[in-house]
Structure formats: structure tokens, C-alpha cells
């Protein structure tokens, strides 16, 4: 299948091999684009190399793909440095940072994760200008301190997505669904990465077919299991 993704660009590069892993084409579809706020960024570098946090938490690859470089290695000696996913992981991996895991793919599982550890510690986190109540309010109810650094703005790209010939499209969050440009999925089958964009699709009139687990393997697996029992 040719399976149409809405990704930001900067985050594409390793979606194309994963997709022929599991039998597909991929075509990157951007409803949104990076606008990056590089002084945003050298700030919080300078907190977290200043040891001011005792946690960072890195909600997505792209932020890891623009700060890891700019971080000493060291860092980990003091900080626990967390990622949500293992593509996150893997970009902080290459370069030189020792990260932990999440067991899921969504920040709820961030404040379970730490359990009672988090009880006065700061948590960095550096991230896109989308809020996120809920992250912070359980960080701040379990005890902890949250700092966000809002290091990048989606914009839409305003562009329609490119459907043409495509017999899927993933919408990789609630954010890129509700930001696309779309005339209709009537012959496309439409897909979500989690539930949370399941749930942001489902609140505007499409059903997802396809559910994945938060990661897209994940939802390549789900996928695929969908089209042997269909």
C-alpha cells in the first residue's frame, strides 16, 4: 500500500525504510511545519547544563534531533534524561546521550514511570508550543516541578494534503488531523498512531480503521494485521 503520513519533514527520515520493513510505500504529507525559536533552545541548554533539572524529558524526536548535539554527554551523570519512544531514544543514543525509555508512547505514562521519585525533583522539558496541561498537572500533583521550554511552533503549512494514489493516510496527532487540509478520505483508509489522535478524528466526523500503539511500527503492525483478517 502507499500509505500517505503526515510528518513534519525534519522527522521523515527514517519513516520510508520502516515502511518497506513491513510491505508499504511512504509519501511524507506536511499539514504542519517547524518554526524553531533557536533562543528558546540555547536557554534551555544552559539549564540543563547548569544542572538545574534533576529529569529531562524529550516528548518526541524532533527536539531530540535539535538539542542532544548542543548537550554534554556528561549530563546523564546528574540528570535522568527520558524519551518517549525509541525512535526518541535512538536520536539521543547518536548522539552521546544515555536515555531512558518509556514503557508507552504518550507523556501520560511519564509521572507512573518515575513512581515516587519524582516527589521534588525538576523536570525539564523542552518541547513543541502545544500545551499540555495534563503532563504538568500530574508532574506538579505528584510533587514535582515542571519546566517547559516551548522550543518550536507548529504552523499549518496550509497546503492541501497530497492524496493522490494513496491507499492509506496515518495522522501521527490529534494536532496534524486537525490541522490538515483534506477535500475526503471516502477512498482512503484512514488511520491513527494512538488513541489520542483516534479520539481527535473521531470528534471531527472520521473513524480511524487503523490503530496504532503511539509509535509507527506500532501502527504498521496494526495495520497489517488489519489487512489479513480484511
Given amino acids: 500500500m502507499l500509505l500517505a503520513i503526515t510528518r513534519l519533514a525534519e522527522k521523515s527520515v527514517a519513516d520510508a525504510a520502516l515502511c518497506k520493513q513491513y510491505g508499504h510505500e ?55 534524561v527520558i524519551a518517549i519512544g525509541p525512535q526518541t531514544t535512538k536520536t539521543l543514543h547518536n548522539a552521546g546521550i544515555a536515555a531512558e525509555t518509556l514503557p508507552a508512547f504518550y507523556s501520560r505514562n511519564f509521572v507512573p514511570y518515575l513512581g ?40 499549518p503549512t496550509n497546503e492541501p494534503l497530497n492524496l493522490d494514489g494513496a491507499d492509506a493516510v496515518l495522522f501521527t496527532s490529534a494536532n496534524s488531523y486537525q490541522r490538515a487540509l483534506f477535500s475526503s478520505l471516502e477512498y482512503i483508509l484512514p ?40
Avoid: H
Fill in 26 to 80: 511512504y509519501r511524507v504529507v506536511s499539514p504542519l511545519r517547524a518554526e524553531i525559536r533557536s533562543s528558546t533552545i540555547q536557554t534551555f541548554v544552559l539549564a540543563a547544563v547548569g544542572d538545574e533539572f534533576d529529569a529531562i524529558l524529550f516528548t518526541s524526536a524532533f527536539p531530540a534531533q535539535k538539542i542532544a548535539p548542543l548537550l554534554d554527554p556528561c549530563i546523564t551523570k546528574t540528570t535522568r
Fill in 191 to 230: 488511520m491513527a498512531i494512538g488513541e489520542v489522535t483516534a479520539d481527535a478524528m473521531r470528534t471531527g466526523g472520521v473513524e480511524a480503521r487503523v490503530v496504532g500503539d503511539g509509535s509507527l511500527e506500532g501502527t504498521l503492525i496494526a495495520l497489517n494485521a488489519y489487512l489479513r483478517v480484511n
Fill in 116 to 155: 515516587n521519585w519524582i516527589e521534588g525533583k525538576r523536570i525539564g522539558i523542552p518541547r513543541a508550543d502545544v500545551p499540555n496541561l495534563d503532563l504538568i498537572n500530574a508532574i506538579e500533583d505528584a510533587g514535582g516541578m515542571a519546566f517547559e521550554y516551548r522550543c518550536y511552533r507548529l504552523a
